[in-house]
């Protein structure tokens, strides 16, 4: 049994557990309708519930959800649903940092203020499912606001569906798309060409770092280093792999394992080689 501590609209209330005493988020179609706060309310199968008592990137959750408005919770769970389809296992707790990302992305196209996403190409490559998932928001916001999302947009969100489905934050996924920009970036400024971001060369790559961060993150040192071989036979590579890894090691707050150098440097020479760089 619930009892509504705020109704935020129709659709959503706050609500206490009574036998844990812990307050929670409500959505179900109506289930706010014509109550008043201190009413019991049963809670059926088909309500969304959701823990205030989570902290997110962005604040807590219960504060978030008396700050955002309602349309948006309700908003950011039709999209948690749609990634159901993708996925399933799924930390629902970010319908919060979602809900609030919602809120500033539309006030932003209302107000004509256009969002470049410097990452967008890497984010589909890396996280395809993710930006799938994401791309659920078109005809909801749509359907409810009356504006589309542009693609930048859809690739910020996609960041946050893949922290749903992972272990990573938002900021961590920002910072893996980052250390394949640069990878990329630094490979075409030393030959001069761009780089097919749909070549399986460059995919693995990016899969490659992806992986390293998260070796990284979970202190999983690499038990057999291959620096020695990689230095001698592929030099410039080499180079640029000890820059990218001493750069990510940095915006990541972390030093990483010197061992990671030759295995990203075999990458990046795979890229040139299959890019004819």
């Known amino acids: 049994m619930y009892r509504i501590e705020k109704v935020l609209n129709h659709n959503t209330v706050i609500a206490i557990e009574t036998d844990r005493s812990e307050e929670y988020l409500v959505l179900a179609k109506g289930i706010g309708f014509g109550k008043k706060v201190a009413e019991f309310i049963e809670v059926t199968e088909d309500a969304k519930v959701y823990s205030l008592s989570e902290t997110t990137e962005r604040g807590s959750a219960k504060e978030l959800a008396k700050q955002v408005s309602p349309m948006y919770l309700e908003i950011a769970n039709e999209v948690l649903e749609a990634a159901g389809q993708f996925f399933s296992d799924i930390d629902r707790s970010i319908i919060f940092p979602l809900a609030d990302h919602l809120e500033f992305a539309v006030k932003r196209i ?61 900021s961590q996924s920002v910072q893996i798309a980052k250390a394949v920009r640069e990878c990329v970036s630094e490979i075409q400024d030393k030959t001069g060409k761009e780089i097919s971001v749909n070549s399986l060369s460059y995919n693995r790559m990016m899969n490659h770092i992806r992986y390293m961060v998260a070796r990284v993150q979970h202190n999983e040192p690499l038990k057999l280093s291959m620096n020695e071989m990689v230095q001698g036979n592929y030099p410039e590579s080499f180079e640029m792999s000890r820059k990218i890894c001493k750069g990510l090691g940095e915006s990541l707050g972390v030093e990483l394992d010197e061992k990671e150098i030759g295995y990203l440097a075999i990458h990046i020479e795979r890229v040139k080689a299959s890019e004819g760089l």
């Open 110 to 170: 209302k107000e004509h203020e256009d969002i470049s996403n410097p990452l967008l190409d890497d984010i589909k490559v890396l996280f395809y499912a993710e930006y799938k998932a994401a791309e659920s928001v078109r005809p909801i916001l749509l359907k409810d606001i009356g504006i589309e999302p542009s693609d930048d947009e859809i690739g910020y969100i996609a960041l946050h569906i893949h922290s749903a489905i992972s272990s990573d934050k938002v």
